[in-house]
């Protein structure tokens, strides 16, 4: 398929392909009169890249995982170590999202009569102090 055909049915810009090419996410394809054709294979890898991309893996994750990327293997240590490695920076990113939310539901209920104050209350509260360890009780703010 030529990469038009490509770029439609994965809902990517034709740059975009020929830059997966271009950092080795995708083989660069054979050519035809110039123009590259595609296997159709192509329209999995390029959306396996497109989902990882958006679960938040860069792209050198992702060259990584599809590096060992094989129909008829199970998955190798390279991929068990890029997953524990993700797992970590998901549980990090977790905790500190749970925070933000807790310092958001905070300031909704803010009534200071300036940011200044507001600032200041909330760096000698105990309750920011509770929010910046990720120590926060239900109800608690």
């Known amino acids: 398929m030529k990469i038009g055909e490509l770029a439609g049915r994965t809902g990517l810009n034709a740059s975009a392909i020929r ?26 890898r390029v959306r396996l890249i497109c989902f ?11 060259k ?8 008829d293997a199970p998955v190798g240590p390279r991929w068990k170590k890029l997953a524990e490695r993700k797992i970590v920076e998901v549980k990090r990113t977790i905790e500190r999202s749970v925070r933000l939310k807790s310092l958001l539901e905070h300031l909704l209920r803010c009534h200071c009569a300036s940011l200044a104050i507001c600032v200041e209350r909330l ?19």
Not at 22 to 38: D, F, I, N, T
Not at 52 to 62: D, N, V, Y
Not at 64 to 71: C, K, N, P, S, V
């Open 19 to 44: 830059y997966y090419e271009q950092v080795g996410l995708l083989a660069a394809p054979h050519r035809a009169s110039g123009q590259r054709r595609y296997a159709d294979d192509a329209v999995h």
């Open 52 to 62: 990882a991309s958006e679960m938040g893996f860069t792209l050198g994750e992702i």
């Open 64 to 71: 990584i995982f599809l590096g060992g990327l094989r129909d």
């Open 123 to 141: 760096s000698l509260s105990e309750n920011l102090k509770r929010i910046r360890s990720g120590k926060v009780v239900k109800g608690k703010i």
